[in-house]
């Protein structure tokens, strides 16, 4: 039953009849509506054609490939046949032609002795040959498997996979349009009720404490000990991802002042990765460039097109996308001076001056992003682009440096770890190590009792220039000692690997409302709807 028909069988008139309250009200009863929607309006109930458009294509590949797959299955049944016809005559002509190969068979026993005893004459010969190869053959499989830096640089970086065949690109098609179709039910059609968050300490801990245990005790997992290696990086996105999530679902405001701090480490992320991708492989091409803004913003796209949401309400991918390109821009510009210490300081220094007077300056983050309002704005104003994005604005600048001075932090480590013959070069090593965890430990305690516990809007004022805290001693105390270094919890690298999809989804399958109301699958159970909805593949 439609929405006209619903509203017609309660006895209301259609909204176009109804005045405008009453419309109002029949909409938010009904159907939900998000309130920042223009629900006077039927128009934003309507299919918009670019939404026909992705259903009709969605349609046109599952037809294509079930054609495809009749098609290819008649011809496996004729080939089969073929085959079987050409078998039977193939043993037809075998039996006609027995009585002539037994004679040939013969004659070939006899060359294949007198063969057989010059291979034996020459087998001692070519043992020892045999033997020097395996040797030659050994020593240069050990040999390249003692390269570590070329392994783990390849391990860090992501790899070209090999295009799809034809048949899996309209899976892929047909998978994906199934989960728009689905965004577009939950969020835009609204078939599910919706209700309020609703808050437990208790329970937030619990499950938070809950799932580490699971993780540790079923999914730990060895690892390179190297300093912030892949898959220590990938599981420090997937617990943050997770309370991140889980902050807007339980409606834990409590912990805003940590969440704005895991968003400041995926920045962190954004200019450590993409610094140390270009600082190595030296890849500026159109290719890298285009690939990325790819990867950062074609779900989101296509999801505003479904939803009809604004760019900015996924602001994560307005952020990333802006601070990749101006990593891109900070590396590519100049790139001759990469190379160069002091030359690389001007430009961090010039980084860090551009961004204070963009971001800190008032009205000229503004004016210099007006011209980018059309996909930066939010409900015609540049307000949120220019909250969000100056709450970490210096964020990616000690991303940058952080992975700029990697060798030698990784040289200072592995030097305190070394094994010395000499006892009180032992004891300075361990004192060192000590001093420098006393340090960490007593900014992180400073920064917890002076600075987290400050109010919402006291504490975003102050964030930008105190972020660095929490984010370094993090690093710091992960990565202290070979044997935390050679572990990951491969439940949340797992998560860690689909950061921007669970971002995305969560607004759409767990919330609606820009994560304000829940989505209700089972009537009068609040916390159904998150384990239903985790059946659905992010």
């Given at each position: 039953m439609n929405f006209y028909s619903r509203l017609q069988v309660r006895g209301h008139r259609t909204p176009r009849e109804a005045s405008h309250e009453t419309a109002v009200s029949i909409l938010h009863e009904h159907l939900g509506l998000l309130p920042n929607r223009d629900v006077a309006s039927v128009d934003t109930l309507k299919p918009t054609l670019m939404q026909l458009a992705f259903f009709y294509l969605w349609i046109a590949a599952m037809i294509t490939l079930i054609i495809r797959i009749v098609y290819q299955s008649i011809v496996k049944l004729i080939k089969g046949d073929r085959n079987a016809a050409n078998a039977v005559d193939g043993r037809n002509a075998g039996e006609n032609l027995s009585p002539n190969t037994n004679v040939e068979q013969n004659s070939s026993n006899e060359t294949s002795n007198s063969v057989t005893v010059k291979q034996a004459s020459d087998g001692q010969s070519s043992e020892s040959f045999t033997a020097i190869k395996d040797i030659d053959e050994d020593n240069q499989a050990v040999a390249e498997t003692n390269i570590p830096s070329n392994a783990e640089k390849e391990r860090n970086f992501s790899k070209v996979k090999p295009p799809p065949s034809f048949d899996d690109l309209l899976k892929y098609?047909?998978?994906?349009?199934?989960?728009?179709?689905?965004?577009?039910?939950?969020?835009?059609?609204?078939?599910?009720?919706?209700?309020?968050?609703?808050?437990?300490?208790?329970?937030?801990?619990?499950?938070?404490?809950?799932?580490?245990?699971?993780?540790?005790?079923?999914?730990?997992?060895?690892?390179?000990?190297?300093?912030?290696?892949?898959?220590?990086?990938?599981?420090?996105?997937?617990?943050?991802?997770?309370?991140?999530?889980?902050?807007?679902?339980?409606?834990a405001k409590e912990t805003y002042n940590y969440i704005r701090v895991f968003i400041a480490s995926y920045v962190w992320m954004t200019g450590f990765g993409n610094f140390s991708f270009f600082l190595v492989r030296k890849d500026y091409s159109l290719w890298r460039l285009l690939k990325m803004l790819f990867r950062l913003n074609f779900l989101v796209l296509c999801v505003c097109v479904v939803t009809k949401n604004e760019y900015m309400l996924y602001y994560i991918c307005a952020m990333h996308t802006y601070w990749f390109l101006s990593v891109y821009a900070f590396m590519r510009i100049l790139s001759s001076w990469n190379e160069h210490r002091w030359k690389m300081a001007a430009k961090f220094l010039l980084y860090f001056v551009c961004n204070t007077v963009i971001f800190d300056v008032p009205n000229v983050g503004e004016t210099l992003f007006t011209p980018f309002s059309f996909v930066l704005g939010y409900k015609g104003s540049m307000h949120e682009w220019m909250f969000r994005a100056g709450l970490d604005h210096h964020a990616t600048l000690l991303g940058m440096l952080c992975a700029y001075n990697y060798p030698n932090y990784e040289k200072l480590l592995n030097y305190l770890e070394k094994k010395f013959a000499a006892p009180y070069k032992r004891l300075l090593a361990m004192a060192a190590k000590f001093v420098l965890s006393i340090v960490f430990a007593a900014a992180l305690y400073l920064w917890q009792t002076q600075i987290m516990y400050k109010e919402k809007f006291e504490y975003n004022a102050i964030h930008p220039y105190t972020s660095w805290i929490p984010i370094l001693s993090y690093i710091f105390f992960r990565n202290l000692f070979p044997l935390m270094r050679s572990y990951h919890l491969d439940l949340f690298a797992w998560l860690g690997k689909i950061t921007l999809e669970t971002y995305i989804s969560q607004l759409h399958v767990y919330m609606q409302d820009n994560a304000r109301q829940l989505i209700v699958y089972i009537p009068d159970y609040p916390l159904q709807p998150e384990a239903v909805a985790k059946c659905y593949p992010d």
């Amino acid at each position: 039953m439609n929405f006209y028909s619903r509203l017609q069988v309660r006895g209301h008139r259609t909204p176009r009849e109804a005045s405008h309250e009453t419309a109002v009200s029949i909409l938010h009863e009904h159907l939900g509506l998000l309130p920042n929607r223009d629900v006077a309006s039927v128009d934003t109930l309507k299919p918009t054609l670019m939404q026909l458009a992705f259903f009709y294509l969605w349609i046109a590949a599952m037809i294509t490939l079930i054609i495809r797959i009749v098609y290819q299955s008649i011809v496996k049944l004729i080939k089969g046949d073929r085959n079987a016809a050409n078998a039977v005559d193939g043993r037809n002509a075998g039996e006609n032609l027995s009585p002539n190969t037994n004679v040939e068979q013969n004659s070939s026993n006899e060359t294949s002795n007198s063969v057989t005893v010059k291979q034996a004459s020459d087998g001692q010969s070519s043992e020892s040959f045999t033997a020097i190869k395996d040797i030659d053959e050994d020593n240069q499989a050990v040999a390249e498997t003692n390269i570590p830096s070329n392994a783990e640089k390849e391990r860090n970086f992501s790899k070209v996979k090999p295009p799809p065949s034809f048949d899996d690109l309209l899976k892929y098609l047909i998978v994906f349009g199934g989960l728009l179709l689905y965004f577009y039910l939950c969020d835009y059609d609204h078939i599910f009720p919706r209700q309020e968050r609703t808050y437990s300490r208790d329970l937030f801990l619990f499950l938070c404490v809950l799932l580490v245990i699971v993780a540790g005790a079923f999914t730990l997992k060895p690892c390179p000990d190297t300093i912030l290696n892949r898959d220590q990086t990938e599981e420090w996105k997937g617990w943050m991802q997770v309370m991140f999530v889980w902050y807007h679902y339980y409606a834990a405001k409590e912990t805003y002042n940590y969440i704005r701090v895991f968003i400041a480490s995926y920045v962190w992320m954004t200019g450590f990765g993409n610094f140390s991708f270009f600082l190595v492989r030296k890849d500026y091409s159109l290719w890298r460039l285009l690939k990325m803004l790819f990867r950062l913003n074609f779900l989101v796209l296509c999801v505003c097109v479904v939803t009809k949401n604004e760019y900015m309400l996924y602001y994560i991918c307005a952020m990333h996308t802006y601070w990749f390109l101006s990593v891109y821009a900070f590396m590519r510009i100049l790139s001759s001076w990469n190379e160069h210490r002091w030359k690389m300081a001007a430009k961090f220094l010039l980084y860090f001056v551009c961004n204070t007077v963009i971001f800190d300056v008032p009205n000229v983050g503004e004016t210099l992003f007006t011209p980018f309002s059309f996909v930066l704005g939010y409900k015609g104003s540049m307000h949120e682009w220019m909250f969000r994005a100056g709450l970490d604005h210096h964020a990616t600048l000690l991303g940058m440096l952080c992975a700029y001075n990697y060798p030698n932090y990784e040289k200072l480590l592995n030097y305190l770890e070394k094994k010395f013959a000499a006892p009180y070069k032992r004891l300075l090593a361990m004192a060192a190590k000590f001093v420098l965890s006393i340090v960490f430990a007593a900014a992180l305690y400073l920064w917890q009792t002076q600075i987290m516990y400050k109010e919402k809007f006291e504490y975003n004022a102050i964030h930008p220039y105190t972020s660095w805290i929490p984010i370094l001693s993090y690093i710091f105390f992960r990565n202290l000692f070979p044997l935390m270094r050679s572990y990951h919890l491969d439940l949340f690298a797992w998560l860690g690997k689909i950061t921007l999809e669970t971002y995305i989804s969560q607004l759409h399958v767990y919330m609606q409302d820009n994560a304000r109301q829940l989505i209700v699958y089972i009537p009068d159970y609040p916390l159904q709807p998150e384990a239903v909805a985790k059946c659905y593949p992010d």
